[in-house]
Structures are given as structure tokens and as C-alpha cells.
């Protein structure tokens, strides 16, 4: 998985999968969905980021595997 955020545009991108993107899907405003050809979910874009979350948890990302 790889996750990148994008200060200038202000977007944060997770890709779950490096097949190749055939479809997205905005599911709600400004939270976009990439789909493959097996219609299963390989990337995830969120949009206007700094209106969604403190800017504080911008600087540093955790992950947690249970």
C-alpha cells in the first residue's frame, strides 16, 4: 500500500493495488474510489483534506495491523 499526500492540492491518495485503474467512483463529495477491472477497490482519494481533518494529524501518519 502506498499513501501520499499532496499539500498543493490538498488530497490524500491510498493505493491498495498497482493494477491498472479502469473506473472511479466519487461515492460522497470529495471522497473518490478507483476501481480495476475486477471491480475491486484499488486506490482511495480524499479531497479538500484540511477541511476534514486537523492539520496536526497531517504531519505525522500511524498504523496499527491487529
Not at 472511479?24 to 479538500?48: C, R, T, Y
Amino acid at each position: 500500500m502506498k499513501v501520499r499526500f499532496d499539500q498543493k492540492s490538498d488530497a490524500l491518495y491510498f493505493r491498495l493495488d498497482e493494477s491498472p485503474i479502469v473506473e472511479s467512483e466519487e461515492v460522497k463529495p470529495g471522497v473518490i474510489l478507483d476501481f480495476n477491472a475486477k471491480n475491486q477497490v484499488v486506490g482511495v482519494e480524499i479531497l479538500k483534506v484540511k477541511e476534514r481533518v486537523p492539520e496536526a494529524n497531517l504531519k505525522e501518519m500511524k498504523f496499527e495491523v491487529a
